[in-house]
């Protein structure tokens, strides 16, 4: 790769970061004029997802009436610059089917969300939000492996496994798990959106060291779609990007790590995603093993933190700071491990 090519390529990379930026707060004054007119009110949960009744959270919190569903704005701007500016068979069809594939999921459960009555489970049943999005997954991993022919993945330091077909299911499994994190991670001003503009970030900088500028492009429109979206999400929140970002985003950056066969790296870049689904898990498991017991206060992980009294502010803004680190290991271990061709 010539210097001149990076130079002209990061320069489109930028270009349209700022246009998918601008774009979306554009769209922004639109969606917050319906959003308020038709009060699409994120519905207070009255259990955590183990099945606790939230009694801590609740005292903590004051009544709000917050939106759901500004991830439709961050959806629409990287839409319209992916299908503009970059469509590309080899690089973008597949984050921009994850990316819509999961918004289409996250909104319908917002919708029943907003108009529903609360409870547990505000929104589709989880197994059949389970169920859709393993299928946007399933569908992405096909074409992936008789379209575009991947096959390998590629370990640190070691170099490219053979896979096969059996590829496919762990395809999946990346989708899905980075799909659910994500979307569990959404549950406090600014997290989601702090973490997944770090996640994309570094997603960005190693597609655009490999020369995969369809997928960078792709990144960094997220980026500058994010940027746009917490402007407004920083503590107190005008609105929540609800289901339809954090599925769309979450989807759409397991099939970016996918594609820049980066898997292995992902859980290291989206550690504070594994350390929120992770809590959930050992929660669920303590109080099922432990006769009702649980290792943390509340989860996500993020609850517990509110629960033992740090402010949200505090919560989020360390999470964002071990995100940032993550991030920052993540592209050194691509650098170091293999994962950029020179």
Not at 301 to 321: C, D, N, S, Y
Request: a positive charge.
């Amino acid at each position: 790769m010539t210097l001149d090519l990076l130079t002209q390529k990061t320069t489109d990379i930028l270009l349209l970061s700022l246009l998918s930026f601008f774009l979306a707060m554009l769209l922004t004054p639109v969606y917050t004029h319906f959003a308020y007119k038709y009060k699409w009110w994120k519905l207070p949960r009255s259990h955590s997802v183990t099945g606790e009744t939230l009694e801590v959270i609740a005292k903590l919190r004051i009544k709000r009436t917050v939106p759901l569903m500004a991830g439709l704005v961050t959806l629409a701007a990287v839409t319209a610059v992916t299908l503009i500016f970059n469509l590309n068979r080899a690089q973008t069809w597949l984050p921009l089917a994850g990316l819509i594939g999961g918004g289409i999921v996250g909104l319908i459960d917002d919708i029943i969300n907003v108009r529903g009555k609360g409870g547990n489970f505000a929104g589709l049943r989880p197994q059949i939000k389970f169920a859709l999005i393993t299928s946007v997954a399933l569908i992405s991993a096909l074409f992936s492996y008789y379209k575009l022919g991947y096959t390998t993945v590629k370990f640190p330091y070691i170099g490219d496994v053979f896979f096969g077909w059996t590829i496919i299911p762990l395809f999946v499994l990346a989708v899905v798990s980075t799909g659910n994190a994500v979307n569990i991670t959404d549950g406090m001003d600014g997290l989601a959106g702090g973490l997944l503009t770090t996640a994309y970030s570094s997603f960005g900088v190693i597609a655009t060291l490999q020369g995969n500028f369809g997928i960078a492009i792709f990144c960094f429109s997220v980026v500058g779609a994010l940027l746009s979206y917490l402007w407004f999400n920083i503590p107190p929140a005008r609105f929540f990007m609800g289901d339809v970002g954090s599925f769309a985003l979450g989807t759409a950056l397991g099939v970016v790590a996918m594609l820049t066969d980066t898997l292995f790296l992902l859980p290291i870049i989206g550690a504070v995603f594994v350390m929120e689904a992770g809590s959930v898990i050992i929660n669920v498991t303590s109080k099922k093993l432990r006769h009702g017991k649980k290792v943390f206060l509340s989860s996500p992980i993020h609850h517990h933190f509110e629960a033992k009294g740090w402010p949200k502010t505090k919560v989020t803004m360390r999470l964002w700071v071990i995100g940032q680190v993550c991030g920052a290991i993540g592209v050194v271990l691509a650098l170091r491990g293999g994962y950029i061709h020179h």
